[in-house]
Protein backbone atom coordinates (compact mmCIF):
# COMPACT_ATOMS: atom_id res chain seq x y z
CA UNK A 1 0.00 0.00 0.00
CA UNK A 2 1.38 3.05 -0.95
CA UNK A 3 2.61 5.32 1.70
CA UNK A 4 3.75 8.93 2.74
CA UNK A 5 7.18 9.04 3.93
CA UNK A 6 8.49 11.23 6.55
CA UNK A 7 12.14 12.18 7.67
CA UNK A 8 13.92 12.25 9.97
CA UNK A 9 11.53 10.47 12.62
CA UNK A 10 12.53 12.59 15.75
CA UNK A 11 14.89 16.20 15.40
CA UNK A 12 16.14 17.96 18.27
CA UNK A 13 17.32 21.59 17.55
CA UNK A 14 18.34 24.77 19.57
CA UNK A 15 15.95 27.60 19.70
CA UNK A 16 16.72 30.40 16.98
CA UNK A 17 17.78 27.79 14.64
CA UNK A 18 16.40 26.72 11.19
CA UNK A 19 14.85 23.21 10.63
CA UNK A 20 13.58 21.28 7.34
CA UNK A 21 11.17 18.50 7.83
CA UNK A 22 10.81 16.52 4.72
CA UNK A 23 7.81 14.69 3.44
CA UNK A 24 7.61 12.48 0.55
CA UNK A 25 3.92 12.00 -0.27
CA UNK A 26 2.08 9.30 -2.46
CA UNK A 27 3.49 9.77 -6.38
CA UNK A 28 0.12 10.23 -7.61
CA UNK A 29 -1.39 12.67 -5.39
CA UNK A 30 -1.81 16.80 -5.69
CA UNK A 31 -2.28 17.67 -3.38
CA UNK A 32 -0.40 18.25 -0.40
CA UNK A 33 -0.94 19.13 3.60
CA UNK A 34 1.44 19.67 7.35
CA UNK A 35 -0.44 19.18 10.53
CA UNK A 36 0.90 19.95 13.76
CA UNK A 37 0.32 18.07 17.22
CA UNK A 38 2.21 19.21 20.44
CA UNK A 39 1.80 16.60 23.02
CA UNK A 40 -1.41 16.22 24.50
CA UNK A 41 -2.82 18.67 22.37
CA UNK A 42 -5.54 18.20 19.06
CA UNK A 43 -4.32 18.05 15.92
CA UNK A 44 -3.77 21.54 14.24
CA UNK A 45 -4.28 22.10 10.23
CA UNK A 46 -0.94 24.33 9.56
CA UNK A 47 -0.71 24.59 5.33
CA UNK A 48 -2.26 23.08 2.35
CA UNK A 49 -0.45 23.04 -1.33
CA UNK A 50 -1.71 22.45 -5.03
CA UNK A 51 -0.05 23.03 -7.79
CA UNK A 52 2.79 24.55 -6.67
CA UNK A 53 1.07 27.26 -4.20
CA UNK A 54 -0.46 27.73 -0.85
CA UNK A 55 -4.04 26.63 -0.72
CA UNK A 56 -5.08 27.53 2.79
CA UNK A 57 -2.98 28.28 5.26
CA UNK A 58 -3.86 28.99 9.29
CA UNK A 59 -3.03 31.33 12.00
CA UNK A 60 -0.09 29.20 13.07
CA UNK A 61 1.44 29.61 9.85
CA UNK A 62 3.03 32.48 10.09
CA UNK A 63 6.34 34.00 8.74
CA UNK A 64 8.30 31.74 10.51
CA UNK A 65 6.95 28.72 8.11
CA UNK A 66 7.60 28.12 4.85
CA UNK A 67 6.77 25.33 2.70
CA UNK A 68 8.09 23.84 -0.93
CA UNK A 69 8.33 21.30 -3.46
CA UNK A 70 11.51 21.38 -4.49
CA UNK A 71 11.43 19.00 -7.40
CA UNK A 72 8.64 16.03 -8.27
CA UNK A 73 8.44 14.08 -4.92
CA UNK A 74 9.30 15.82 -1.88
CA UNK A 75 7.26 18.19 0.21
CA UNK A 76 9.37 20.48 2.77
CA UNK A 77 8.26 22.10 5.90
CA UNK A 78 10.75 24.88 7.06
CA UNK A 79 10.87 27.12 9.98
CA UNK A 80 13.14 29.64 9.97
CA UNK A 81 13.93 29.97 13.62
CA UNK A 82 12.38 27.60 15.66
CA UNK A 83 10.97 28.42 19.23
CA UNK A 84 10.73 26.36 22.27
CA UNK A 85 6.55 26.48 21.44
CA UNK A 86 7.55 24.87 18.10
CA UNK A 87 7.86 21.64 19.85
CA UNK A 88 5.13 19.20 18.31
CA UNK A 89 4.87 16.01 16.08
CA UNK A 90 4.51 17.60 12.72
CA UNK A 91 2.40 15.19 10.49
CA UNK A 92 2.47 15.13 6.76
CA UNK A 93 -0.46 14.32 4.19
CA UNK A 94 -1.19 13.93 0.85
CA UNK A 95 -4.29 13.25 -1.15
CA UNK A 96 -5.73 12.98 -4.57
CA UNK A 97 -9.20 14.65 -4.49
CA UNK A 98 -8.33 17.42 -2.32
CA UNK A 99 -9.31 15.28 0.65
CA UNK A 100 -12.41 13.61 -0.55
CA UNK A 101 -11.08 10.21 -0.11
CA UNK A 102 -9.34 10.79 2.76
CA UNK A 103 -6.27 12.22 3.61
CA UNK A 104 -2.86 9.73 3.71
CA UNK A 105 -0.74 10.83 6.42
CA UNK A 106 2.75 10.32 7.04
CA UNK A 107 4.17 8.56 10.76
CA UNK A 108 5.38 12.02 11.26
CA UNK A 109 8.67 13.73 12.65
CA UNK A 110 8.83 14.54 16.40
CA UNK A 111 10.63 18.09 16.37
CA UNK A 112 12.16 19.03 19.94
CA UNK A 113 13.41 22.60 20.05
CA UNK A 114 15.80 22.57 23.35
CA UNK B 1 -15.86 27.71 9.98
CA UNK B 2 -16.46 24.08 11.38
CA UNK B 3 -15.23 22.40 14.25
CA UNK B 4 -15.58 19.21 15.75
CA UNK B 5 -16.22 18.14 19.16
CA UNK B 6 -15.54 14.83 20.99
CA UNK B 7 -16.92 14.67 24.89
CA UNK B 8 -14.51 12.19 25.47
CA UNK B 9 -11.13 12.37 26.05
CA UNK B 10 -10.99 8.86 28.10
CA UNK B 11 -13.34 5.41 27.75
CA UNK B 12 -11.80 2.66 29.31
CA UNK B 13 -13.92 -0.38 28.17
CA UNK B 14 -13.51 -4.40 28.77
CA UNK B 15 -12.64 -6.76 26.08
CA UNK B 16 -15.43 -7.87 24.00
CA UNK B 17 -17.59 -5.35 25.40
CA UNK B 18 -19.11 -2.46 23.01
CA UNK B 19 -18.13 1.16 22.90
CA UNK B 20 -19.01 4.09 21.54
CA UNK B 21 -17.00 7.00 20.98
CA UNK B 22 -18.76 10.22 20.01
CA UNK B 23 -18.24 13.12 17.93
CA UNK B 24 -20.48 15.65 17.07
CA UNK B 25 -19.57 18.69 14.57
CA UNK B 26 -20.84 22.16 13.20
CA UNK B 27 -20.56 23.92 10.22
CA UNK B 28 -22.64 25.97 8.09
CA UNK B 29 -22.14 23.83 4.72
CA UNK B 30 -22.53 20.55 3.57
CA UNK B 31 -19.69 18.08 5.46
CA UNK B 32 -17.54 15.26 4.77
CA UNK B 33 -16.59 13.20 7.85
CA UNK B 34 -13.97 11.33 8.82
CA UNK B 35 -12.49 8.98 11.84
CA UNK B 36 -9.02 8.56 12.36
CA UNK B 37 -6.70 5.94 14.93
CA UNK B 38 -3.65 6.56 15.94
CA UNK B 39 -1.80 3.82 17.29
CA UNK B 40 1.49 4.74 19.67
CA UNK B 41 4.09 6.33 18.28
CA UNK B 42 3.02 6.40 14.67
CA UNK B 43 0.67 8.11 12.26
CA UNK B 44 -2.81 8.73 11.92
CA UNK B 45 -4.46 6.19 9.77
CA UNK B 46 -7.87 6.52 7.87
CA UNK B 47 -10.34 4.54 9.60
CA UNK B 48 -13.40 5.40 8.08
CA UNK B 49 -15.53 8.50 5.75
CA UNK B 50 -18.68 9.38 5.30
CA UNK B 51 -18.89 11.58 1.70
CA UNK B 52 -22.12 10.91 0.70
CA UNK B 53 -24.87 8.53 0.37
CA UNK B 54 -25.57 5.54 3.13
CA UNK B 55 -25.64 7.52 6.56
CA UNK B 56 -23.45 3.98 8.13
CA UNK B 57 -20.16 3.41 6.96
CA UNK B 58 -17.82 0.56 8.23
CA UNK B 59 -14.57 -0.62 8.49
CA UNK B 60 -12.80 -3.86 7.66
CA UNK B 61 -11.89 -4.17 11.21
CA UNK B 62 -16.06 -4.15 12.59
CA UNK B 63 -16.09 -0.25 13.43
CA UNK B 64 -19.00 1.73 12.38
CA UNK B 65 -20.24 4.96 11.91
CA UNK B 66 -23.54 6.70 11.54
CA UNK B 67 -23.82 10.59 10.17
CA UNK B 68 -26.78 12.15 11.99
CA UNK B 69 -27.44 15.26 9.76
CA UNK B 70 -30.21 16.52 12.73
CA UNK B 71 -28.17 15.60 15.39
CA UNK B 72 -24.83 16.97 13.86
CA UNK B 73 -23.70 14.02 15.18
CA UNK B 74 -20.91 10.97 13.51
CA UNK B 75 -20.47 8.70 16.68
CA UNK B 76 -18.23 5.74 15.93
CA UNK B 77 -19.22 2.67 17.48
CA UNK B 78 -17.81 -1.21 17.76
CA UNK B 79 -20.06 -4.33 19.37
CA UNK B 80 -17.24 -6.14 20.37
CA UNK B 81 -13.54 -4.32 20.99
CA UNK B 82 -10.35 -6.32 21.49
CA UNK B 83 -6.89 -5.27 23.13
CA UNK B 84 -5.58 -4.36 19.75
CA UNK B 85 -8.49 -1.45 19.62
CA UNK B 86 -6.64 0.61 22.29
CA UNK B 87 -5.31 3.57 20.24
CA UNK B 88 -6.66 7.32 20.17
CA UNK B 89 -9.43 7.97 17.68
CA UNK B 90 -9.92 11.35 16.10
CA UNK B 91 -12.83 12.55 14.17
CA UNK B 92 -12.17 14.48 11.70
CA UNK B 93 -14.57 17.14 8.83
CA UNK B 94 -13.95 19.14 6.31
CA UNK B 95 -16.29 20.71 3.11
CA UNK B 96 -16.38 22.00 0.20
CA UNK B 97 -14.28 19.03 -1.15
CA UNK B 98 -13.60 19.87 -4.33
CA UNK B 99 -11.49 19.50 -7.61
CA UNK B 100 -9.00 22.18 -6.89
CA UNK B 101 -9.07 23.11 -3.84
CA UNK B 102 -6.67 21.52 -0.90
CA UNK B 103 -8.90 21.55 1.97
CA UNK B 104 -8.04 21.10 5.76
CA UNK B 105 -9.65 19.01 8.47
CA UNK B 106 -10.37 20.03 11.26
CA UNK B 107 -9.53 17.46 13.98
CA UNK B 108 -11.36 17.16 17.57
CA UNK B 109 -8.84 17.00 20.26
CA UNK B 110 -9.30 12.87 20.17
CA UNK B 111 -10.60 9.86 22.47
CA UNK B 112 -7.90 7.73 23.97
CA UNK B 113 -9.46 4.36 23.77
CA UNK B 114 -8.43 1.47 26.51
CA UNK B 115 -9.42 -2.04 26.18
CA UNK B 116 -9.12 -3.95 29.28
CA UNK B 117 -8.60 -7.52 29.72
Known amino acids: EPEVTQTPSHQVTQMGQEVILRCVPISNHLYFYWYRQILGQKVEFLVS????????KSEIFDDQFSVERPDGSNFTLKIRSTKLEDSAMYFCASSNTGGRGGYTFGSGTRLTVV | AQSVTQLDSQVPVFEEAPVELRCNYSSSVSVYLFWYVQYPNQGLQLLLK??????LVESINGFEAEFNKSQTSFHLRKPSVHISDTAEYFCAVTSGISSGSARQLTFGSGTQLTVLP
Open chain 1, 49 to 56: FYNNEISE
Open chain 2, 50 to 55: YLSGST
